[in-house]
């Protein structure tokens, strides 16, 4: 069964860095495109970056775009989030999920919280 446990998230004020990792129980992990989603309060679940297989393609939400950088390593079946120039409105919980539905069974998720 598809397990991921996310880790990483904390409070930091405005301007702030966060890295934040994925680790995945998916047999043959390094096939699959992954993405990193987030759930802010009063919105929908949105996908902010998503990554290859192989890390050929690396796609960014705009909101997150020349801030965030998505990684990975297969070998360890860990995806990972860079996070820079925080905002108060990247607050949220974050996710790890494959980039597209249907999804995994979504894991716990880590808090982020970014204050002004």
């Known amino acids: 069964q598809v397990h991921f446990v996310e880790s990483g998230g904390g409070s930091v004020q405005a301007g702030g860095s966060l890295t934040l990792s994925c680790t995945a129980s998916?047999?043959?992990?390094?096939?699959?495109?992954m993405g990193w989603h987030r759930q802010r309060p009063g919105h929908e679940r949105e996908l902010v970056a998503q990554?290859?297989?192989?890390?050929?393609?690396?796609v960014y939400a705009d909101s997150v775009k020349g801030r965030f950088t998505i990684s990975r390593d297969n070998a360890k079946s860990t995806m990972y989030l860079q996070m820079n120039h925080l905002k108060p409105e990247d607050t949220g919980v974050y996710f790890c999920?494959?980039?597209?539905?249907?999804?995994?069974?979504w894991g716990q998720g880590t808090q982020v919280t970014v204050s002004s």
């Open positions: 999920n494959r980039n597209w539905d249907p999804f995994w069974n």
């Open positions: 998916i047999p043959s992990f390094g096939i699959y495109a």
């Open positions: 990554i290859t297989a192989l890390s050929g393609t690396i």
